[in-house]
């Protein structure tokens, strides 16, 4: 069945730093994948989307990959800043329209 | 309206109970869907609505969970003989439904649903 795969635990990082976040997608092709953000008490709100045949997509201080060999995407903050402390969650969209989540990756930016 | 909107935000009842979680999506927004958050989990799809009519009911655990949206507008989640597995948030999402790859979901705070 179809799977995704975050890094479960919390990545701390330095504000200034670029957080590097990691999601191994199934094997289905072609790939769609989206990044979005959760915050405590919230719904998830969208930020990026990728599509297969793109290396990688940006957008302000954000920036995703996808690596169709490793069936892996990441995603990049750069010059992070401790309001983009959240839960991070990828999904793939496999054509059924309901996308489908992964656990998520807390990310902590100290100041 | 603005955004999607979900009540109530906050629900307890006890096992056994019967439940109603509402959705009110963005206006135009012809897909609508349902998903489940437990606590550091991500959303568990539940169902997806297409109109009126429920295009993948597939996520459902069983048949205590229903859901209509009888006027492709509103949506109603509906669990009966509620457990106390069923506690979780649950998020409502609508889309315009664009074609595969191009479909960006915009989700409602949640209803956090606690059965004791």
């Known amino acids: 069945s179809q799977k995704i795969e975050q890094n479960s635990e919390a990545l701390n990082i330095q504000e200034g730093k670029t957080a590097t976040l990691t999601c191994n997608y199934t094997n289905y092709s072609p790939a769609y994948l989206q990044w979005y953000r959760q915050d405590p008490g919230r719904g998830p709100v969208f930020l990026l989307l990728i599509r297969e045949n793109e290396k990688e997509k940006r957008k302000e201080r954000l920036k995703v990959t996808f690596d169709t060999t490793l069936k892996q995407s990441l995603f990049h903050i750069t010059a992070s800043q401790p309001a983009d402390s959240a839960t991070y969650l990828c999904?793939?969209?496999?054509?059924?329209?309901?996308?489908?989540f992964g656990s998520g990756t807390r990310l902590q930016v100290q100041p | 309206g603005a955004g999607v909107s979900q009540t109530p935000s906050n629900k307890v009842t006890e096992k056994g109970k019967y439940v109603e979680l509402r959705c009110d999506p963005i206006s135009g927004h012809t897909a609508l869907y349902w998903y489940r958050q437990s606590l550091g989990q991500g959303p568990e799809f539940l169902i997806y609505f297409q109109g009126t009519g429920a295009a993948d009911d597939s996520g459902l655990p069983n048949d205590r969970f229903f859901a209509v949206r009888p006027e492709g507008s509103v949506s109603t989640l509906k669990i009966q003989r509620t457990e106390r597995g069923d506690s979780a948030v649950y998020l409502c999402a609508s889309s315009p439904d664009r074609e595969v790859g191009a479909n960006v979901l915009t989700f409602g705070a949640g209803s956090r649903l606690t059965v004791l």
């Open positions: 999904a793939q969209d496999t054509g059924r329209r309901a996308l489908t």
